[in-house]
């Protein structure tokens, strides 16, 4: 009975990992968008197959990824966006685990093209459960272009937990949404069972993105928030709904942290008890918030999927937004209208 304890190898290594990392297909479309975002991609564009486990694709025209580094991208802990774990009190990118790539991988078969400026052709990788099956010069733009195959295909246990196509296919168009409201310089283009679905143009307008995310009705009379900390280390900004608008649930506050989409249960609660008196009971506002904050006072490494953040100065997060609401919504209570009339 010796030997039993074995380290295992990378492919099962990273099919552990792609348990947390990807939940679901709409978990792979989040990661990829990610990885285009971070390579500064200008145009992002997004494609859905006949069902969304057979074929994903998310094609960009960002910086690309050179032939030596292709292979590197795939294996676990391999990331371009930081060295050390101090650089997480800096980080400006969504990406920094270097586990998604290797974790999608690992439970489909991935096709990955891409091509840097300072080469003259792309390089196409195909994976099949993790392993290399083939790779060739390819011809094509600047950028990367990867497709998602037969997610799950040896994992039977995670696509048992599929759901429906439609509640799958619903996951993916919200975190698209989503992305489109946090970064509307960026024109994305969402196609799905070759009929389109929406693009924006990338010309940094909110309106087009808040339409899609909360309907017409409701974007067109968001009402604008804004302020920062007296020592400009935290800047809120954000489309606050007329209490009129409330929901029953929390599902359409939408909260962003130097533009990642995050769960706080303290920024929503900051915002209802700012408007308390303003809402029925067991009623919830609609909104959208920007919240840019020094990276050091927040931990983002909490959770593989990065959606839970902790916040070190919540005090101060808290004043920050209750005054930004006031202002808007108690005009005649806020801090700023009382100096201003003396
Ligand atoms: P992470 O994003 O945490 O670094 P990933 O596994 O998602 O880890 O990606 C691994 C690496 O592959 C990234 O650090 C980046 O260098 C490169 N990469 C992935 N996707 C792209 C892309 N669309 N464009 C350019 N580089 C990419
Ligand atoms: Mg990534």
Redesign the pocket.
């Known amino acids: 009975m010796s030997n039993r304890i074995k380290i295992l190898d990378p492919i099962t290594a990273n099919q552990i990992a792609a348990g947390e990392v990807v939940e679901r297909p709409a978990s792979v479309i989040k990661?990829?968008v990610?990885?285009?975002i971070?390579?500064r991609?200008s145009k992002i564009e997004i494609e859905v197959g006949e069902s969304v486990l057979s074929y994903l694709r998310?094609f960009?025209n960002?910086?690309?990824?050179s032939k030596e580094?292709l292979p590197?991208?795939?294996q676990?802990h391999?990331?371009?966006?930081?060295t050390s774990i101090n650089d997480l009190n800096q980080l400006l990118?969504?990406?920094?685990?270097?586990?998604?790539?290797?974790?999608?991988a690992s439970v489909s078969e991935l096709e990955?093209s891409?091509r840097t400026a300072d080469s003259i052709n792309g390089w196409k990788f195909r994976f099949s459960g993790g392993h290399l099956v083939a790779e060739e010069a390819v011809g094509m733009p600047v950028?990367?272009d990867?497709i998602v195959r037969n997610l799950f295909f040896n994992t039977p246990a995670r696509k048992k937990h599929v759901k429906s196509e439609s509640t799958e296919l619903g996951h993916i168009k919200d975190i698209l949404l989503r992305f489109a409201l946090a970064y509307p310089e960026i024109a994305f283009k969402f196609t799905a069972a070759s009929s389109r679905q929406w693009q924006t143009d990338g010309k940094g307008d909110y309106f087009y993105p808040l339409v899609l995310n909360f309907g017409e009705e409701i974007a067109s009379k968001m009402l604008e928030v804004k302020g920062e900390s007296a020592d400009a280390s935290i800047k809120i900004h954000g489309f606050l709904a007329p209490p009129a608008f409330s929901r029953t649930t929390r599902l359409q506050q939408i909260i962003f942290v130097n533009r990642r989409l995050v769960r706080s249960r303290l920024i929503s609660s900051i915002v209802e008890k700012t408007l308390n008196t303003l809402l029925a009971i067991n009623r919830y506002p609609i909104f959208c918030l920007f919240i840019e904050i020094k990276p050091e006072i927040i931990d983002v490494n909490v959770h593989p999927t990065k959606m839970e953040i902790r916040f070190s100065e919540e005090d101060l997060i808290t004043k920050v937004i209750e005054s930004a609401v006031k202002e808007q919504f108690f005009p005649q209570q806020s801090a700023k209208t009382i100096i201003n009339s003396m």
């Open positions: 990661e990829l990610e990885n285009s971070d390579a991609a998310v960009d960002g910086m690309g990824i580094d590197l991208a795939f676990r391999a990331t371009s966006k930081i990118t969504l990406g920094f685990r270097g586990e998604a790539l290797p974790s999608i990955i891409s950028g990367t990867i």
